[in-house]
């Protein structure tokens, strides 16, 4: 039976040397979906992709991307597959449309480059020598020459790094723009946003492990049942005593303590309390529901290793 | 997508690159025509004078000046611009990119030759063009043949050399170093501008190992009057062939596409 899924990853190893970096992930990723692949550095995100990408030998499992196991290959499973990687400077001396010409014709069926430099908003610096582009700018060209050969599956890792929240929101747009090209995309990122924002499922990866995966709305639903009850700590209070008071573990990052709790009413009532008979002010108080910024981090925070 | 397409493809973005970068051609470009212009006008002082070269071949002044700097340009236009221009692809990442689109890697590489041997024979044009026609110097019976064949052999070896030092060079700055320095020294113990008998023994030995030294001692021997027939030398063209077998050794081996610096 031929698999429906664009990519099926099981038991996937890669260790170097001692160190195991990616300790045996299992996921699919359906034709036509939008695949996030969430962690933070070093979690193993660049070190799948890669693998999947055809560029590095896994130490173990079974993978097939398009079909094809990407550990052999081939020339016509490259023509399928588009690529965005995270650290590729094209060559500043040659223009926008030389760079995407150039690698159209590597392609048996280009997209038409103008068209294909439209669709990633570069169409007024077609003629601009790269060199000259803005960082984000820059991007669009490197996503250019990843669909030019009008593949069926897109790689983006990490598309968005570094890019102020304008560029952000158009590099989204273009992204779903590929989505409605039907394209199946794999994108991995480190902003919860991102995802939450592009992606039909997500997996989250933590110590070269799968921590959770899912389709975005349930991951957020089952993570997202507690409260944060954050402030600042300004003299008055030591942690201890705050510690004492309430039901859960505060974080301490600095003078900015948080609170991750189940019974926020009666925390926040003992903690209240507190801070009055001291007479202390507790500054910036918040409660608010965890962000999907503080489900991501509570996920992939290293648990014997916190601050 | 004829792979005949990818590789001209490639190659015309590389002579694109090359003619926008200055710094490289003031020096695989001008610094040849400019020592030519140079030597002859401080070291020939009117009347004849000639060289003579350690087979005990002699030739003109001008006609030793103009193949010596043949050979210095040749391996200008072809080791080092292959050098650095291959690492400064690969550090950027260029490369991987590349390898992860169905172009075949052998097509980069003959396109990468492609645009060294067009530039290697440009400059071949323009030197002799100059060397004939400002200051003289001629081909003696069928010597053309013998010095368009140490042209091709030159240009042969020295491409595939540039491509095999790029494992060495982890880095541009070390290719941007290493690559034409080495040539610019290397051509002072090649009889490039000096001749090669007022150098001291050891020195000649030195001068003797590298590829630069038979290119510039072929390309001249080819001028002389005294030579015979094609004015072709076994010994120059044995050296020549080992360095450029060599080359393909250490390439076919060692070749990275990843960038070395940092940890990718």
């Given at each position: 039976m031929v698999s429906e899924a664009a990519i099926s990853v099981r038991g996937l190893r890669k260790s170097y040397g001692e160190h195991e970096a990616v300790a045996g992930i299992d996921f699919e990723v359906g034709s036509g979906e939008v695949f996030g692949f969430l962690g933070p550095n070093g979690a193993g995100k660049t070190t799948t992709i890669e693998i999947l990408e055809g560029y590095r030998e896994r130490s173990g499992g079974e993978i097939e991307v398009l079909g094809v196991d990407p550990g052999e290959p081939t020339r016509e499973w490259r023509s399928r597959v588009g690529l965005v990687l995270q650290e590729c400077e094209l060559d500043p001396l040659l223009t926008v449309r030389e760079a995407v010409t150039l690698f159209a014709t590597f392609y048996p069926s280009p997209r038409p480059?103008?068209?294909?430099?439209?669709?990633?908003?570069?169409?007024?610096?077609?003629?601009?020598?790269?060199?000259?582009?803005?960082?984000?700018?820059?991007?669009?060209?490197?996503?250019?020459?990843?669909?030019?050969?009008?593949?069926?599956?897109?790689f983006l890792d990490e598309p968005t790094t570094g890019f102020d929240p304008t560029a952000r929101r158009d590099a989204w747009n273009m992204i779903e723009g590929l989505k409605e090209l039907g394209k199946t995309v794999f994108l991995t990122t480190h902003y919860m946003d991102e995802a939450e924002h592009l992606a039909d499922r997500v997996a989250i990866l933590r110590e070269g492990r799968i921590v959770a995966q899912g389709?975005?709305?349930?991951?957020?639903?089952?993570?997202?049942?507690?409260?944060?009850?954050g402030f600042r700590l300004n003299g008055g209070l030591d942690v201890e005593e705050v510690r004492?008071?309430?039901?859960?573990?505060?974080?301490?990052?600095?003078?900015?303590?948080?609170?991750?709790?189940?019974?926020?009413?009666?925390?926040?009532?003992?903690?209240?309390?507190?801070?009055?008979?001291?007479?202390?002010?507790?500054?910036?108080?918040?409660?608010?529901?965890?962000?999907?910024?503080d489900i991501f981090l509570d996920l992939t925070r290293d648990q014997g290793r916190q601050p | 997508m004829s792979e005949r397409r990818i590789v001209l493809a490639q190659a015309r973005a590389a002579i694109v690159v090359a003619l926008r970068t200055p710094r490289a051609l003031v020096f695989t470009f001008f610094f040849p025509l400019i020592f030519l212009v140079l030597f002859n006008s401080i070291f020939i002082k009117g009347g004849d004078q000639s060289v003579t070269l350690p087979t005990g071949l002699k030739l003109s002044a001008q006609a030793y000046f103009m193949a010596g700097i043949t050979a210095y340009s040749i391996s200008l236009s072809t080791f080092t611009?292959?050098?650095?221009?291959?690492?400064?692809?690969?550090?950027?990442?260029?490369?991987?990119?590349?390898?992860?689109?169905p172009m075949p890697a052998w097509t980069f590489i003959v396109a990468q030759i492609l645009r060294a041997t067009a530039q290697a024979l440009a400059m071949t044009v323009l030197l002799v063009a100059i060397g004939v026609l400002a200051y003289g110097v001629d081909f003696p019976g069928s010597s053309f043949i013998g010095f368009l064949v140490y042209v091709a052999l030159?240009?042969?070896?020295?491409?595939?050399?540039?491509?095999?030092?790029?494992?060495?060079?982890?880095?541009?700055?070390?290719?941007?170093?290493?690559?034409?320095?080495?040539?610019?020294?290397?051509?002072?113990?090649?009889?490039?501008?000096?001749?090669?008998?007022?150098?001291?023994?050891?020195?000649?030995?030195?001068?003797?190992?590298?590829?630069?030294?038979?290119?510039?001692?072929?390309?001249?021997?080819?001028?002389?009057?005294?030579?015979?027939?094609?004015?072709?030398e076994g010994g120059n063209i044995a050296v020549l062939a080992a360095w450029a077998l060599a080359g393909v050794w250490v390439a076919t081996r060692r070749f990275r596409w990843e960038p070395q610096a940092g940890t990718g």
């Open positions: 480059v103008d068209q294909t430099i439209e669709l990633t908003g570069l169409a007024e610096k077609r003629e601009a020598r790269i060199g000259s582009l803005s960082g984000g700018q820059k991007r669009r060209v490197d996503v250019a020459i990843g669909i030019v050969g009008d593949p069926d599956l897109i389709p975005m709305q349930e991951l957020s639903a089952s993570l997202g049942r507690r409260t944060v009850i004492s008071c309430v039901s859960a573990t505060p974080q301490v990052a600095g003078d900015e303590i948080s609170i991750e709790t189940e019974q926020p009413q009666g925390d926040l009532y003992r903690l209240l309390a507190l801070a009055e008979q001291r007479g202390v002010a507790l500054e910036e108080l918040e409660v608010r529901k965890p962000s999907l910024e | 611009t292959l050098a650095v221009s291959i690492t400064t692809q690969r550090e950027r990442g260029q490369l991987k990119r590349l390898r992860g689109t030159g240009t042969a070896t020295l491409c595939t050399l540039g491509i095999a030092i790029t494992p060495f060079t982890p880095t541009v700055d070390a290719a941007s170093t290493i690559a034409p320095f080495s040539v610019v020294i290397l051509a002072f113990v090649s009889g490039v501008w000096i001749p090669i008998d007022q150098l001291p023994h050891w020195l000649q030995e030195v001068g003797r190992i590298f590829p630069l030294y038979h290119l510039a001692i072929g390309l001249q021997s080819t001028l002389s009057p005294q030579a015979s027939g094609l004015g072709l």
